[in-house]
T-cell receptor
């Protein structure tokens, strides 16, 4: 089956720093979605990407759909304490039907 | 607008007891519905998905079952819980717009089997 490798697994940064995380897949994806999960809550959709090369922003967040269609990255600029949480990438491939494949998540800690 | 309701938020059950978690979606018709499980601090494992009433696909062999008695209702059940069934259960629904899919999650149920 399709696999997603999300890195880094965890990050510890100072408030105000920029953050970058990425996901790579073993096969071509048609859709990349990025989610944030707060403790005890369901993941919330941040950004959706549907075309190779697409670059989309949501406030201080920017995500890109890789040209090869096998990767995506998420950047957070000028981090703040409320950015703390687990960030997940998810992808939908050509052979996965309606079943998204999720990365293992990046745990982000922001020190004030 | 569409909303998803999942309950209860937390549940503590003894081993061997039955389970029923319910999820309903409002504001959309014929959604794809999903049940995921998440171990503490880990990724999301797809358990079941449904593309319509009475249509259930299971992704992994397990002690759980799912049912979709109505278009916007999805139920996760077990006849006898195991310790390994503990985890954070998430219901989700997806919508296709312009040929693209987005997945939205409920707020989750933290299940502890003791």
């Amino acid at each position: 089956g399709q696999q997603l490798n999300q890195s880094p697994q965890s990050m510890f940064i100072q408030e105000g720093e920029d953050v970058s995380m990425n996901c790579t897949s073993s096969s071509i994806f048609n859709t990349w979605l990025w989610y944030k999960q707060d403790p005890g809550e369901g993941p919330v959709l941040l950004i959706a990407l549907y075309k190779a090369g697409e670059l989309t922003s949501n406030g201080r967040l920017t995500a890109q759909f890789g040209i090869t269609r096998k990767d995506s990255f998420l950047n957070i600029s000028a981090s703040i304490p409320s950015d703390v949480g687990i960030y997940f990438c998810a992808g939908l491939g050509e052979t996965s039907g309606s079943r998204l494949t999720f990365g293992e998540g990046t745990q982000l800690t922001v020190n004030p | 607008s569409q909303t998803i309701h999942q309950w209860p938020a937390t549940l503590v059950q003894p081993v061997g007891s039955p389970l029923s978690l319910e999820c309903t979606v409002e504001g959309t018709s014929n959604p794809n519905l999903y049940w995921y499980r998440q171990a503490a601090g880990r990724g999301l494992q797809l358990l079941f998905y449904s593309v319509g009433i009475g249509q259930i696909s299971s992704e992994v062999p397990q002690n759980l079952s799912a049912s979709r008695p109505q278009d916007r209702q999805f139920i996760l059940s077990s006849k006898k819980l195991l310790l390994s069934d503990s985890g954070f259960y998430l219901c989700a629904w997806s919508v296709w717009t312009g040929g693209h899919e987005k997945l939205f999650f409920g707020s989750g149920t933290q299940l502890s089997v003791l």
